[in-house]
T-cell receptor, first 116, second 115 residues
Framework: KAGVTQTPRYLIKTRGQQVTLSCSPISGHRSVSWYQQTPGQGLQFLFEYFSETQRNKGNFPGRFSGRQFSNSRSEMNVSTLELGDSALYLC???????????????FGPGTRLTVL | AQKITQTQPGMFVQEKEAVTLDCTYDTSDQSYGLFWYKQPSSGEMIFLIYQGSYDEQNATEGRYSLNFQKARKSANLVISASQLGDSAMYFCAMRVTNQGGKLIFGQGTELSVKP
């Protein structure tokens, strides 16, 4: 079974631009979560999608948005980029169903975004 | 509010020795899960071990075991017989059952294994 894939792996943008990152989960997984990792703030939860619906959202400004398609692939978008958005963005997929106790999240390799 | 605390920013261990990485958590929920992930310098998060809040026995996965002390709200990772390839960042994380797939991570511990 193929793992979680994220594209692109590396990205360089300038302040004020926008960016779209893509995540393809493991086949059959319907839950996709996004995390931002920075040296200062560590790993922070951005949002989670399940069956094309946003189930949960972290404390990020509205510039951060996401969506999930019917094939469970997910995208996240960051508009009006700021220097502080430079980070490793990780996507995780899971076979989690609502109310289940256990979920192992499989992470992708991440997209490293640099904002200049 | 839920929180994970890892108090050891960095640890050193001699190859073939055992090492314990500390993790304490805070939640008022009764149903939750605790995870440990390994992150090599490549950046990918690798799942190591899981412990559910209702599990009575400590979880084990090969050389990894989780020392779960519910009353003390601690979930320490024990790595036995350390190998050079174990050098990496290690993150403790928690998921509360009624919050979907959201994982709350600690700040991590950087483990260095010396030959």
């Amino acid at each position: 079974k193929a793992g979680v894939t994220q594209t692109p792996r590396y990205l360089i943008k300038t302040r004020g631009q926008q960016v779209t990152l893509s995540c393809s989960p493991i086949s059959g997984h319907r839950s996709v979560s996004w995390y931002q990792q920075t040296p200062g703030q560590g790993l922070q939860f951005l949002f989670e999608y399940f069956s094309e619906t946003q189930r949960n959202k972290g404390n990020f400004p509205g510039r951060f948005s996401g969506r999930q398609f019917s094939n469970s692939r997910s995208e996240m978008n960051v508009s009006t980029l700021e220097l502080g958005d430079s980070a490793l963005y990780l996507c995780a997929s899971s076979s989690l169903t609502p109310g289940s106790h256990y979920n192992e999240q499989f992470f992708g390799p991440g997209t490293r975004l640099t904002v200049l | 509010a839920q929180k994970i605390t890892q108090t050891q920013p960095g640890m050193f261990v001699q190859e073939k020795e055992a090492v314990t990485l500390d993790c304490t958590y805070d939640t008022s929920d009764q149903s939750y899960g605790l995870f440990w992930y390994k992150q090599p310098s490549s950046g990918e998060m690798i799942f190591l071990i899981y412990q559910g809040s209702y599990d009575e026995q400590n979880a084990t996965e090969g050389r990894y075991s989780l020392n779960f002390q519910k009353a003390r709200k601690s979930a320490n990772l024990v790595i036995s017989a350390s190998q050079l390839g174990d050098s990496a960042m290690y993150f403790c994380a928690m998921r509360v059952t009624n919050q979907g797939g959201k994982l709350i991570f600690g700040q991590g511990t950087e483990l260095s294994v010396k030959p």
